[in-house]
């Protein structure tokens, strides 16, 4: 599938109503849901919320290539450990997959706002 074919699929089925779309723009606000670049860190995408694929470190190492991010956010722990080593620490940003059970994920996840809006005003 060509890159930006895959780029509106990944937008438009995390947005079109799913629980991992509602919680991000929640939490991070949908004008800054709209300046970020959505990648999935496997190239298989899950049409169910039970969908686990191992992270395809090939791939997010092209896609980071390709796109020559600032920064990048890792939700939950399959991309946190794919990323690990392919971009640097500094840049890298973590939090809780959104639709993580865990307590405190929505915190987290705003906790990444002001980060994001300063390097989107450095820009």
């Not at 920064?71 to 959104?98: C, N, Q, S, W, Y």
Request: glycine share 8%; net charge neutral; with cysteine.
């Amino acid at each position: 599938m060509r890159e930006c074919a895959r780029r509106r699929l990944i937008n438009y089925a995390l947005f079109a109503g799913c629980a991992t779309g509602r919680v991000l723009k929640h939490c991070l606000g949908e004008d800054l849901c709209d300046t970020i670049i959505w990648e999935e860190a496997s190239l298989e995408i899950g049409g169910r919320a039970a969908s686990y694929f191992p992270a395809d470190r090939a791939h997010l190492a092209a896609r980071i290539q390709d796109e020559d991010p600032d920064m990048v956010i890792a939700f939950g722990k399959i991309a946190r450990d794919g990323l690990t080593g392919l971009f640097p620490a500094e840049r890298l940003l973590t939090a809780p997959h959104p639709t993580a059970r865990q307590a405190g994920v929505f915190d987290q996840i705003r906790a990444l706002r002001p980060r994001l809006e300063a390097a989107r005003a450095i820009v």
